[in-house]
């Protein structure tokens, strides 16, 4: 991949201030069959925290994983490397489709964090080969030592500081709600801290995240939402008030 150099200063974020649509490229004809993509025109991501939410293959992680591959992160996750000399960060994305905007700051650090790659960024933290991070550096404990939970949030907790970029996929897939609520309480002081984080979710207790900014997508679209009129919010809610009725439901699908 060609590099070029990094010029931005280091500084607090944010970083990326959102993407917005290649006319000529688009007219080339968009790759991807996901109706909240195809719908951006402008995609705002300029808060500290911004919230992805939405049902399986509604496109949060095809976002995501555009944003992360933009700015130079390995696509199974990991570190950001060569803070140097990173990609040609403004190139387009998804087949030429969109591109990303950026700040006149650069992070210091960075993580993008997959939840269905984090097995091998975690085999390569416990590696102990030449080119392996100090696994001081993730808290002191092989990660492969712990439950995939516990990785997580050690991982969080020792490798999420300030003045970074976070993009975080599903985070919530290997955590608790008492997990979940932890690693909220690490998104928010890393966000006091002068990071930013860019979050595919779920999670009702993820997407509670104080001052984040949320999008829901859809089959119709992508829009900004309370988190009241979340879908998740709302459906989980609905769940926990009256669980049978939605075990009858599933129940009587199966049968």
């Known amino acids: 991949m060609a590099r070029t150099r990094d010029v931005r200063r280091f500084g607090r974020g944010p970083y ?3 993407l917005r649509r290649d006319a000529e490229q688009w007219r080339e004809g968009f790759p991807f069959d ?3 993509v195809e719908a951006i025109e402008r995609l705002e991501l300029d808060a500290s925290i ?24 390995a696509e199974g996750g990991g570190e950001l490397e060569r803070l140097g000399e990173l990609p040609a960060v403004t190139r387009p994305v998804l087949g030429g489709a969109l591109v990303p905007q ?6 210091r650090n960075g993580y993008f964090l997959r939840a ?17 991070p100090d696994v001081s550096l993730y808290g002191g404990r092989a990660l492969h030592e712990q439950s995939h939970g516990q990785s997580f949030l050690a991982l969080a907790a020792n490798r ?12 919530e897939a290997a955590l ?8 909220l309480a690490i998104m928010v002081r890393a966000a006091g801290n002068g990071s930013q984080l860019v979050v595919a979710t779920h999670s009702p207790v993820l997407l509670a995240c104080p001052g984040a900014r949320i999008y829901e997508l859809d089959a119709t679209g992508i829009e900004e939402r309370a988190y009241d009129d979340l879908e998740a919010v ?22």
């Open 160 to 171: 999420f500081g300030g003045e970074s970029l976070y993009i975080l996929d599903e985070p």
């Open 50 to 73: 911004t919230l992805l939410a939405g049902e399986n293959g509604s496109g949060k992680s095809t976002i995501v994983e555009a944003l992360a591959a933009a700015i130079g992160f």
């Open 176 to 183: 608790s709600i008492t997990g979940e609520l932890a690693l």
């Open 34 to 36: 996901v109706p909240a």
């Open 116 to 132: 269905e790659s984090f097995f091998n960024v975690a085999a390569f933290v416990d590696g102990g080969t030449t080119f392996a």
């Open 234 to 255: 709302s459906l989980t809610r609905a769940f926990l008030e009256a669980p049978e009725r939605f075990l009858r439901a599933a129940l009587a699908e199966e049968g």
């Open 102 to 107: 950026l700040t006149e700051h650069k992070p």
């Open 16 to 18: 990326l201030l959102g």
